[in-house]
């Protein structure tokens, strides 16, 4: 019995484990967390300086955030549909955030063009700094989403050639987390910017 117990003891505890490519991708957001966190906050600490401009965000933003926030339900959409194996269904989905990847990418752009049309205008002598903060912010989250576009088009490769389905979800996955990521970072930006310009 005691020989039982000291095999026992000696039996390593479980130990948590996460997939590394999902650990890498949590590592990539929580960078780019901190990246935009170090940007919003260097935004607060430079208007408090004063010499600051203030004016209203494009109305356009609005109808961008919108279609950002719809992109997130037809990618959970399409998780949902790899989950059950209706692929047809996934596809339909994936194609549908790609558009509306697209489309907000198109309307981001309308809003810079709002606010040259306003007088904001990024670096230069006759700039002002919270002008540049706009267009720095919007368009590094423009960067991410392009990635995000490049994400969705390599899952539906993937989907056609029967590689998501039931039981490889690992690529949805990782699409899904991230697509939820760059809505919510666009979503923290806006409201960020509504309430501190």
Known sequence: MKKYADTLAEQPSPTLTMNPKKFALW?????????FGAWTSAYIV??????????DMPSVFW????????????????????????????????SITFVLGLTF????IKGWQELVNLGVFFGGATSNPSGSF???LS?????????GLVVLVVALVATYNYKIHSKSLLQIELCATY???????????????LANN
Request: glycine share 4%; hydrophobic share 60%.
């Open 27 to 35: 590592l990539f957001i929580v960078t780019v967390i901190m990246l």
């Open 46 to 55: 430079r208007r408090a300086e004063g010499n600051w401009l203030e004016f």
């Open 63 to 94: 109808a961008s955030s919108i279609v950002l926030l719809v992109s997130s339900f037809t990618m959970h959409a399409g998780y949902r549909f790899a989950k059950q194996d209706e692929l047809d269904k996934l596809k339909i989905a994936i």
């Open 105 to 108: 990418l198109a309307l981001q």
């Open 134 to 136: 706009v267009y720095v």
């Open 139 to 147: 368009f590094v989250h423009i960067l991410h989403l392009i990635g």
């Open 179 to 193: 697509w939820h990521f760059l809505d919510f970072l666009w979503l923290y930006l806006f409201v960020f910017l």
